[in-house]
């Protein structure tokens, strides 16, 4: 299957369960592998037949920065949707990475795999 990708994209927003993380914004990175049948727009050469990940990128910094979910599972879920349901992508993977937020751990979070029948 082809994909894709964006790699650590950086979003500052409300995010977390503690009442201090209710008062900052933090940054989260996002890493996403979309499944994608790059052979039409290789063939045609016209970026009207991608899926655009500048498209994507902007769309879901739009959202996040936005957001103020206490679960960084709750974000992603919504992330997954947004890109299956406005985008035609059929499956995709995502890692919501939150730095810092564990001493010790560069980052923490979740990765999740999400398809059109889930
Ligand atoms: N599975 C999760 N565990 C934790 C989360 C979370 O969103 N999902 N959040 C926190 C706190 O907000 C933490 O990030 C603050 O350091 C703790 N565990």
Not at 34 to 46: E, H, I, K, W, Y
Not at 48 to 54: C, E, G, V
Not at 66 to 81: P, Y
Request: glycine share 6%; net charge negative.
């Amino acid at each position: 299957m082809d994909k894709v990708f964006i790699e650590a994209l950086e979003i500052e927003t409300v995010i977390g369960i503690y009442d201090w993380e209710r008062r900052i914004r933090q940054p989260l990175l996002f890493d996403l592998e979309m499944g994608f049948d790059n052979r039409v727009p290789a063939a045609s050469d016209d970026i009207a037949d991608t899926l655009n990940y500048k498209a994507v990128s902007k769309r879901l910094i739009e959202y996040v920065s936005q957001s103020e979910f206490g679960l960084v599972e709750t974000l992603a879920e919504r992330c997954a949707q947004i890109v299956l349901d406005e985008f035609g992508v059929d499956w995709l993977r995502l890692k919501l990475s939150k730095p810092g937020a564990v001493r010790g751990a560069r980052a923490v979070g979740v990765i999740i795999e999400r398809g059109r029948a889930d």
